[in-house]
């Protein structure tokens, strides 16, 4: 807080970013990009990096002294925040002994802000390539601090972007403190073991730190302004590196396709306001006994707009070798914009634990206009609003809207139900023998023999699908894939499609009846049995 004010004080509160929380480093600096100084704690996830466009600091504080800061902060002075209920009432020997026994690294916060920056591994790492990693990117700041010589980090921050030597205000100070010396020497035993690897953290930041300030005394401040940050003219640069999209894992599990569809307007489009389905099919290639599904979608910028996954759902799948679907059914609340999928299957709730497989920009959709137009923005919020007199003698009536408040609104493309249903599909392949669950492409030769024109797209367009049946007409799978025409269809033309079929899982002696069928009205071989292909498959 005291350098967030000292750089709201050099450079103008417009200037500087609040004083960020835990959010990604990342979006921080796609959502800030326009400004000159961005400021915070931040979290990284491995294989981030530094923005070289930046000058970066960073300030670290003596280990022990910021663990009882936490506690007696968090204890006495946040009333408003939602914290483990259990702080409220433990005593420094119990929260000691509760840390140490129940969770010792997630009390080596700085290590664990830093370490991701430092190593473009994949995999959950042990405590001692963490700290190797933390280390490593520390040299990487351009400078390095620490709390207890924060004004001495000021003035020096201050000289290397040639700025004017101001004081430094203290702020955000706990109403009430521990001091080191009235710790017995059992806690501190008992602290310094269990900050070990973040006090040798500490003491390279606080050599590296010395040596910084013996530099710039020695150089009088004469080496002038260091990478003073301006806003970069596209915000494609941001003023970070755009890495490429992620794609890895041990691919027991592997993602086949990922696809995004409104449940009115269809494939990859969606309005704001309209549930959606994010559907992500893949393969397990081996048995597994555990499966966590996530999802994120990030916006054209990549800032992160939403992330779950099946475990936060309450969710967990065991399953055998095999093809399979995973459907997140939402309500689209983001607004106008172009958005992109990432998705990822994992063990647990970290991929870093077990990364089966993990795609960035898997999938992409739009959202061209809204549903309701009840709202602006990029955001659709659930709202109720609520009016009431505050002083005596006040009345008031609600009156109706005037109509003409909202636009009525009609899609483009409304195709009539179709009169006739008459068509020839042939199948341009031998279809003998098929694999049990798996996507097969089957040429076939379709003609409109009707006299009317078949709608590719739109409401209720026309589709080539299929259906699995057995040899006495029992329905095994009822309502295939869809497979696109890609242009309307005049009467008396023919067309050639690979048509998508996903075989049954079972083996045996099927019937593959395969028809076009106007989406919301009818399946062409119910009105016309001559216009389905009926093909006699063994599944093996």
């Not at 596209?234 to 086949?256: D, L, Q, T």
Request: hydrophobic letters at 40%; glycine letters at 8%.
């Amino acid at each position: 807080m005291a350098l967030h004010a000292f750089l709201v004080d050099q450079l103008g509160k417009d200037q500087v970013s609040p004083p960020l929380g835990g959010g990604n480093l990342n979006d921080a600096l796609l959502q800030w990009s326009g400004i000159k100084a961005i400021s915070g704690h931040f979290a990284a996830r491995q294989g981030d990096v530094l923005p070289k466009a930046r000058f970066c600091l960073t300030a670290l504080r003596s280990p022990i002294e910021r663990l009882l800061s936490e506690f007696n902060y968090n204890r006495h002075d946040l009333d408003d925040l939602l914290l483990d209920a259990k702080r409220f009432v433990l005593d420094v020997d119990t929260y000691i002994e509760q840390i140490t026994r129940e969770s010792p690294e997630n009390v080596l916060v700085q290590l664990l802000m830093l370490y991701p920056l430092g190593t473009d591994c994949q995999n959950r790492l042990t405590l001692d390539e963490k700290l190797t990693a933390a280390t490593r990117v520390l040299d990487q700041f351009d400078l390095v601090g620490v709390q207890e010589e924060l004004d001495d980090v000021a003035c020096m921050l201050a000289v290397s972007m040639g700025w004017p030597i101001i004081p430094l205000n203290r702020l955000n100070v706990s109403s009430r403190s521990t001091a080191l010396n009235a710790l017995s020497s059992q806690q501190m035993r008992a602290l310094s073991k269990l900050l070990e690897p973040e006090i040798e953290l500490y003491n390279h930041a606080l050599k590296r730190f010395r040596s910084d300030r013996r530099r710039f005394i020695g150089n009088r401040g004469c080496e002038g302004p260091s990478k003073i940050h301006s806003p970069p003219d596209e915000a494609i640069s941001n003023g970070i590196a755009i890495p490429a999209p992620k794609n890895f894992g041990s691919m027991r599990c592997e993602i086949s396709s990922v696809s995004v569809a409104g449940k009115i307007t269809g494939f990859q489009q969606v309005m704001a306001g309209e549930l959606m389905d994010i559907t992500i099919q893949f393969v397990a290639h081996e048995p597994v006994e555990q499966l966590n599904v996530g999802i994120a979608i990030r916006d054209e910028h990549g800032l992160l707009m939403f992330g779950t996954s099946s475990l936060l759902q309450g969710e967990l799948f065991v399953l055998s070798a095999g093809r399979y679907a995973v459907t997140f059914t939402l309500l689209n609340r983001l607004g106008p914009g172009r958005y992109v999928v990432d998705a990822a299957l994992m063990r647990t709730a970290s991929h870093y634990d077990d990364c089966y497989h993990w795609r960035d920009r898997a999938s992409q959709f739009i959202v061209d206009t809204y549903a309701t137009q009840q709202y602006e923005g990029r955001v659709l919020m659930d709202v109720d609003v609520y009016f009431d007199g505050l002083s005596a003698g006040t009345t008031w009536t609600r009156i109706p809207v005037p109509e003409g408040n909202a636009s009525v609104r009609a899609f483009g493309r409304l195709n009539e139900p179709l009169k006739e249903f008459s068509s020839s599909i042939e199948s341009m392949a031998q279809v003998d023998v098929l694999p049990s669950g798996v996507d097969v492409l089957l040429q076939m030769k379709l003609r409109n023999r009707s006299n009317e024109t078949w709608p590719w797209n739109g409401r209720n367009p026309v589709h080539l699908s299929y259906q699995w049946r057995l040899d006495d007409g029992t329905v095994v799978i009822e309502d295939g894939l869809r497979t696109y025409l890609g242009e309307d269809v005049p009467p008396g033309t023919s067309l050639i499609l690979p048509l998508l079929v996903r075989t049954p899982r079972q083996t045996g002696r099927f019937v593959l009846l395969v028809s076009l069928v106007q989406e919301q009205v009818a399946w062409f071989f119910n009105q016309d049995s001559d216009s389905g292909c009926y093909l006699s498959v063994a599944i093996d």
